[in-house]
């Protein structure tokens, strides 16, 4: 493909038209509406994950007045606690589930981004067809739709941030792409590097004169959430706990799996996430690439679309390097999903310079029922309830445990989730470095650690399905493992009594 584009192929972006009254259209609502089509029969009750855990948890703890980080250490940025935060605390308002309450959040988040993808489309290209084309580029996404009823999970509001972002790139905005592309840091700090080196492209090209404005309204536009989110932090004597899990962790500790270590492994991930639609994630980033260099060879460079377009090229370019740096599962992909729905959009631009109108509406017509269909089909067959029974495991062994049971979980944050209780620390995960972590701030290390575990001696230890590790081997000494409810296992300590702990095994049967 990319030895086909030219600059002469590049779809040139249209002169402006007359401005519009509103900058929404029917399309937009439509666009946000339509998805609660493909996302609702999905259902709420996929598994909770050790990851899916971690925020939901990280999230009850905001909505009970903690700020990000104090709940469960963690190297994620402070939003990804936040957002999911906000939806607990609106849920708990009006009596809803917890985890239902994240997920709703995160389903309107979701649809919300196949609007923004519309109006990036539309507005990149000056077509509404094209703007359809891609918002049901992003909707037909199965690792997104995944995600949209079944999270929480931080990557879904960092698209939603990057769209934004974008958005504001086309429209030489630059302070509102920077307010946008420090929002997707606070979520998620490596999507920095990527959105920051587009806009700063962009900036520098769609700008004749006042280049150094643009990059100031950049920085100040970041500076803003940032400014305040350390502010916070500092006011309430946390400065530490923020530098500590925002930045040091992730540059001091953390050690990341590589694509070019175990490409087939990924690789296998990444096609048992997206089916299909990894093609049109990949084609649509090659597409966008091919034209973003046709449009650097074009006049069309020094237009606002135009610099965008090889802004949003520059950011491919820096996400894939990334990701060959560090992918640590299919999550990972989508902060450069903007790109790939850019790309899929350009597609359509193309055919409009070369075809007439019928064409493109047929074809557009055409892409968005055969999508659209084949996403309410993976969101039908793949409806996970899977969370029903992990419910129904933590209510029947929480029953048979005192009222003040206490608990500690490695890497299983799922039943503190389920059973609406506090860990004993805030360390909860050790992979990926987090251990040198606590091997650093813990005084005596994990061995350390592990004895004070086996000081505190609580009601439970629950480990994720990895099992124990090494370490806390000595912590168990005076623990059973009773069974497990599929993510993680159950140990009883032994004081509960012979009874209990057959009950316990008992209620697990089949899944020890």
């Known amino acids: 493909m990319s030895g086909t584009v030219t600059a002469d192929?590049?779809?040139?972006?249209?002169?402006?038209?007359?401005?519009?009254?509103h900058w929404w259209d029917i399309w937009f609502v439509l666009s946000c509406l339509v998805p609660a089509g493909v996302y609702l029969p999905h259902g709420f009750n996929a598994a909770l994950t050790r990851d899916l855990g971690v925020y939901t948890y990280g999230g009850q703890g905001v909505a009970e007045?903690?700020?990000?980080?104090?709940?469960?250490?963690?190297?994620?940025?402070?939003?990804?606690?936040?957002?999911?935060?906000?939806?607990?605390?609106?849920?708990?308002?009006?009596?809803?589930?917890?985890?239902?309450?994240?997920?709703?959040?995160?389903?309107?988040?979701?649809?919300?981004?196949?609007?923004v993808a519309y109006l990036i489309g539309r507005d990149l290209y000056r077509s509404r067809l094209v703007g359809v084309v891609s918002a049901t580029a992003l909707l037909c996404i199965?690792?997104?739709?995944?995600?949209?009823?079944?999270?929480?999970?931080?990557?879904?509001?960092?698209?939603?941030?990057?769209?934004?972002?974008?958005?504001?790139?086309?429209?030489?905005?630059?302070?509102?792409?920077?307010?946008?592309?420090?929002?997707?840091?606070?979520?998620?700090?490596?999507?920095?590097?990527?959105?920051?080196?587009?806009?700063?492209?962009?900036?520098?090209?769609?700008?004749?004169?006042?280049?150094?404005k643009a990059l100031v309204l950049i920085a100040v536009g970041g500076i803003i959430p940032t400014a305040i989110t350390v502010g916070?932090?500092?006011?309430?004597?946390?400065?530490?706990?923020?530098?500590?899990d925002f930045l040091i962790i992730n540059a001091e500790y953390t050690r990341q799996t590589s694509f070019l270590d175990h490409p087939g492994v990924i690789w296998g991930y990444m096609t048992d996430a997206y089916g299909w639609s990894l093609w049109v994630f990949l084609g649509g980033l090659v597409v966008q690439l091919c034209l973003a260099v046709a449009t650097v060879?074009?006049?069309?460079?020094?237009?606002?679309?135009?610099?965008?377009?090889?802004?949003?090229?520059?950011?491919?370019?820096?996400?894939?390097?990334?990701?060959?740096?560090?992918?640590?599962?299919?999550?990972?992909?989508?902060?450069?999903?903007?790109?790939?729905?850019?790309?899929?959009?350009?597609?359509?631009?193309?055919?409009?310079?070369?075809?007439?109108?019928?064409?493109?509406?047929?074809?557009?017509?055409?892409?968005?029922v055969v999508a659209t269909g084949l996403s309410v089909r993976f969101s039908v067959l793949n409806r996970d309830d899977t969370l029903v029974a992990q419910r129904a495991d933590v209510d029947h062994v929480m029953a048979l445990l005192p009222a003040d049971?206490?608990?500690?979980?490695?890497?299983?944050?799922?039943?503190?989730?389920?059973?609406?209780?506090?860990?004993?620390?805030?360390?909860?995960?050790?992979?990926?470095?987090?251990?040198?972590?606590?091997?650093?701030?813990?005084?005596?290390?994990?061995?350390?650690?592990?004895?004070?575990?086996?000081?505190?001696?609580?009601?439970?230890?629950?480990?994720?399905d990895d099992g124990p590790p090494d370490w806390l081997d000595p912590a168990l000494g005076n623990y059973v493992r009773v069974g497990n409810s599929g993510k993680w296992a159950w140990y009883l300590n032994r004081d509960l009594g012979n009874d209990t702990l057959q009950q316990a095994r008992d209620v697990l049967h089949g899944r020890a």
Not at 232 to 244: E, H, P, R
Request: one cysteine or more.
């Open 232 to 244: 916070v932090y500092a006011a309430t004597g946390n400065l530490k706990l923020f530098i500590d």
């Open 142 to 212: 199965e690792g997104f739709i995944t995600y949209s009823t079944g999270g929480p999970r931080e990557k879904t509001a960092l698209v939603l941030f990057v769209l934004l972002a974008s958005l504001a790139m086309i429209h030489r905005r630059w302070a509102v792409s920077g307010f946008f592309i420090a929002l997707a840091t606070l979520t998620w700090q490596p999507v920095f590097f990527a959105a920051a080196a587009g806009a700063v492209v962009a900036a520098l090209l769609a700008e004749r004169t006042g280049k150094l």
């Open 297 to 368: 060879r074009s006049p069309a460079r020094r237009t606002a679309a135009g610099a965008a377009q090889i802004g949003f090229g520059v950011a491919t370019l820096v996400g894939l390097i990334w990701s060959a740096k560090a992918f640590n599962g299919f999550p990972d992909a989508f902060f450069v999903l903007p790109e790939a729905i850019v790309g899929i959009g350009g597609l359509a631009a193309l055919l409009r310079t070369r075809t007439n109108a019928r064409v493109l509406l047929a074809a557009t017509l055409v892409w968005v």
């Open 405 to 464: 049971a206490t608990m500690l979980t490695v890497e299983a944050p799922q039943p503190l989730v389920l059973a609406h209780k506090r860990n004993l620390t805030r360390y909860q995960l050790f992979g990926n470095g987090l251990i040198d972590y606590l091997e650093a701030t813990w005084p005596g290390g994990a061995a350390g650690y592990a004895q004070w575990v086996e000081k505190q001696a609580p009601t439970v230890i629950t480990v994720g």
């Open 65 to 115: 007045g903690e700020l990000p980080y104090e709940a469960i250490l963690n190297r994620a940025g402070p939003l990804a606690h936040l957002v999911p935060g906000i939806g607990i605390w609106l849920g708990r308002q009006v009596g809803l589930d917890d985890i239902f309450s994240a997920r709703l959040l995160n389903m309107f988040i979701s649809m919300a981004c196949i609007g």
């Open 9 to 21: 192929a590049a779809p040139a972006p249209a002169q402006e038209t007359e401005r519009r009254k």
